[in-house]
């Protein structure tokens, strides 16, 4: 099967589920101009899946923004660095039912059963071609090169989105539902340890997430601060890239060996997991925070086969200075120099640090202010994060925010504590991404419920045609 006649197949497949019916959501009207039902910010997987998952629902009058331009929405061409996804190839995420929309049909069209079979985990860029194809041949309706500045409440209901970008040449948007599917860092924002932050020149050090010059640093001797995953994925594609040297500090004495998320794929936690209790959500991803994600074997043996590569176990950074073109790292075992340091310490979770939330996050229920852990499970992280419904809407602290914040979504890594890997994992999508288009529908029906039932109500178009037989009459 070629490509052409996969699209052909989807085309097939969606016609046999209706996909493409007549809109069942009532249209608002408003001075200001055309209102969305539902805009998505974030064209990556995320907002793909919802934006299919809406539309198969019948909510068609929506639209996705992103602030990359076309084809490079998400990690997989800027800051993501390992050569092939950590996720299983079998796991399914966005097809939400379709055969035909899996990754599998889709590697399968040029490169046969066989192929896939030959297939060990899937290549990066593989993904984003991928992903490039899903929103072409489901006609998504999305725009880049579209930033969300500050989401405003106008009403219960209504947000005025204030963005820049050619896309929308007025600069505002109206939607009843908003919905921020803005990957890992779209609930707070990448942490920098502040003694690096402070004590260093920028041209020194970059995060992870950050634009680097590889070329730049051709027979320099670099290092990495973090033991997870994409720490090994950075000194891999430093190394790879002419890096002389490319040191792993990790303050563990030893690696992480477990990966949680293994487990939970296959025990039913990941689908069932929005219906445990606030203690059981806490205590999992307590647990889950303290075990972080290990590197896949292929990633670490990749790494250590490099002569450059070096690992320091038990190895905090305890101090940081510049001297003259150079980066020096105290840790409990002496004095490292290193001509540039890449930092792999992941994210701060708290909607205080979104801007387009200034308006409404002091509204915003956190963890902290619904439930208290035992000592022994405790972590500031996860107390910063949003409370969330099971439907992943943010919840108010008071009777003014409700108000605000009806219709406001939040399906990034700040939804890990209250609706488990969603957002944060591949793993996740399948079961998530149905229960927030299930959210978002049941809330526009409510929101127009009485508009509805008196439509109901009135409706009188005779379906029944036929004559009564003449001993049918009544006497």
């Known amino acids: 099967m070629s490509l052409e006649q996969l699209n052909e197949r989807v085309n097939t497949d969606l016609s046999y589920l209706a996909y493409g019916g007549k809109p069942w959501v009532v249209p608002m009207e408003h001075p200001e101009g055309h209102v969305y039902d539902t805009v998505i910010v974030g064209g990556g997987q995320s907002g793909l899946g919802i934006a299919f998952g809406l539309l198969k629902e019948r909510i068609s009058n929506i639209l996705v923004i992103d602030e990359n331009p076309e084809g490079q929405e998400g990690p997989w061409e800027t800051y993501a660095r390992m050569v092939t996804l950590r996720t299983p190839k079998h796991l399914t995420a966005i097809e939400l039912g379709v055969p035909s929309l899996t990754f599998r049909s889709w590697w399968e069209a040029q490169h046969g059963p066989e192929g896939w079979e030959r297939l060990d985990k ?20 999305v725009v880049n090169e579209v930033k969300l500045g500050l989401i405003e409440p106008l009403e219960r209901g209504l947000h005025r989105l204030h963005v820049e970008g050619a896309g929308i040449p007025s600069g505002k948007l109206l939607a009843r ?3 921020l599917a803005t990957g890992i860092q779209g609930g707070g924002e990448w ?4 003694l690096i932050k402070e004590k260093l020149p920028s041209r020194l050090y970059a995060h992870t997430s950050e634009p680097i ?15 997870g995953a994409s720490s090994f994925d950075n000194a891999n594609f430093a190394l790879s890239n002419g890096v002389a040297e490319a040191h792993v500090f990790v303050r563990r004495k030893e690696m992480p060996r477990i990966n949680p998320i293994r487990q939970m794929e296959g025990s039913g936690m990941i689908e069932r997991f929005p219906s445990l209790s606030d203690e059981d959500k806490y205590a999992v991803m307590s647990h889950f925070f303290k075990h972080n994600q290990p590197p896949t074997n292929d990633t670490y043996e990749r790494a250590t086969s490099w002569p450059g590569f070096r690992l320091h176990l ?3 950074w305890l101090d940081v200075e510049a001297d003259g073109d150079q980066a020096v790292v105290t840790t409990p075992h002496g004095k490292f120099s290193f001509d540039f340091l890449i930092i792999s310490t992941g994210l701060i979770t708290d909607p205080g640090l979104r801007q387009e939330l200034r308006q409404v996050e002091k509204h915003i229920v956190r963890w902290s202010d619904r439930y208290i852990a035992p000592a022994e499970a405790a972590n500031a992280l996860l107390d910063a994060h949003p409370y969330l419904s099971p439907g992943f809407e943010f919840q108010s602290r008071d009777q003014v925010g409700k108000d605000l914040l009806h219709g406001l979504y939040s399906f990034n890594y700040s939804a ?14 399948r079961f998530a991404i149905p229960k927030l288009v299930s959210a978002i529908g049941d809330s526009l029906f409510h929101d127009d419920r009485e508009q509805i039932l008196a439509k109901f109500y009135e409706y009188d178009e005779v379906e029944f045609v036929g004559k009564w037989p003449k001993e049918a009459v009544a006497q």
Do not use: E, F
């Not at 899937?122 to 309706?141: Q, S």
């Not at 890990?416 to 999508?429: E, I, N, T």
């Open 122 to 141: 899937i290549p990066r860029g593989d993904w984003m071609n991928y992903l490039r194809w899903y929103r072409k041949v489901l006609k998504l309706p």
């Open 177 to 179: 539902k908003v919905v």
């Open 416 to 429: 890990m504590v209250s609706c488990g890997l969603s957002a944060s994992a591949l793993s996740g999508m």
């Open 314 to 316: 038990g190895s905090p």
């Open 191 to 194: 942490h920098i340890p502040p």
């Open 213 to 227: 010059d590889i070329g730049a640093l051709q027979g320099k001797k670099i290092a990495v601060l973090g033991g």
